[in-house]
Structure formats: C-alpha cells, structure tokens
C-alpha cells in the first residue's frame, strides 16, 4: 500500500449513499482505507446494527483494502467507563457473529489532551478492552486528536506493547496515517 486514507463514515447507509465509497475504494487499490462506521453515535441500541448497516459493513469488509473500525464517544472521558465498555463488547459482538461484519477495531472520539492519572487508567482500561476482545480483528485503537489533522490521526495502539504515557497527551494512543501517495480529495455525496 502507498498510501492511507481514513473515511469517517457519519453517514446512513441508506441506498446510494456509500457508493461514491465503495467507488473510491475500487479505482484506488493500492491505498488503504480506514472507514469509521458511525451508526448511532456508537453501535446502536441493539446487539446487531439493522439490516442496511449490516448490509453496508458487509460490502466495506468485502474489499482487502478497507479497515473498519467502530466509533465510541468517550465525551472528553466524562462518559460512563461501563457504557464505553458496553460499546466496545457490541461492536465485538458483530464479528463473533459473523466473520463478514468484524471491525477491526475502535475509534475514540473525544478523547481529553491534558494529563491526569485518571485519564491514563481510563485511557489503559478502554485500549485493553479492545486489545482483549475476540470479535475484533486486530484489536486496533484509534483517538481523535485536536492538534493533528485528520490524514495524520491513526496509530495502532498494537503496535506499542505498553502505552508510553509522556509530557501532555498519550503518545501511544495517537493514530497516524503516512501518505506517500497522492489521492484525489473525495467528492462529497
């Protein structure tokens, strides 16, 4: 792969709406493509996403060259620890399920930049549960990061044996995508 491309998909899948996607995916084989799956600010209510999502990520993980990875919001780390867990477990869920709707793992959205001890366990606790998780393919972590932009956010956490927790922020959640290539900006839909 020459390059990698993260999609924030926030967007419903409904008929059409995620071809300009798949259309992309398609012409560009050699890129890697990092897809969000937002259905619900988090998995949804229910144990399984509903008939279009599941319909969606089936054709998003039936390209060699697309990664999906599951949203949770932490709300800058003041959401319930239980409720993130609860999220990560059902996105688990889906690939132990069925092989064809396993994400690669979780995006952290809003997550603080400021150091605390509190923060770092909070932080620790999440990525280990995604790390300990069987429905997940690679147990890949993924954080937003205000002072980043959005082609240089993705880092795998697995890649790092033991979080290196340093000056302001957590290095080792930090999320990075090279681009040596050169993509076309994506038509909005």
């Known amino acids: 792969m020459n390059a990698s491309v993260i999609i924030p998909l926030y967007v419903y899948p409904s008929a059409g709406a995620w071809d300009p996607v798949y259309e992309m995916v398609l012409s560009y084989p050699r890129v890697q493509f990092t897809a969000i799956v937002n259905p619900h600010s988090g998995p949804g209510e229910g144990m399984l996403p509903n008939e279009d999502y599941l319909q969606a990520i089936q054709t998003l993980n039936s390209f060699s060259n697309v990664r999906t990875i599951g949203y949770v919001a932490t709300t800058w780390f003041k959401r319930d620890l239980s409720s993130v867990l609860q999220d990560i477990a059902v ?78 922020r957590s290095t080792a959640s930090s999320l990075y995508c090279s681009a040596s290539a050169t993509v076309p900006r994506f038509r909005s839909w």
């Open 91 to 168: 996105y688990a869920g889906w690939g132990n399920h069925d092989s064809s709707l396993a994400m690669s793992g979780v995006f952290f959205d809003e997550i603080p930049t400021g150091y605390s001890s509190e923060l770092v366990s909070y932080l620790q606790t999440i990525s280990k549960a995604v790390h300990n998780s069987h429905g997940l393919r690679d147990g890949y972590v993924g954080k937003s990061d205000p002072f980043i932009s959005a082609l240089s956010v993705l880092r795998g956490l697995h890649q790092t044996p033991k979080p290196e927790i340093g000056g302001s």
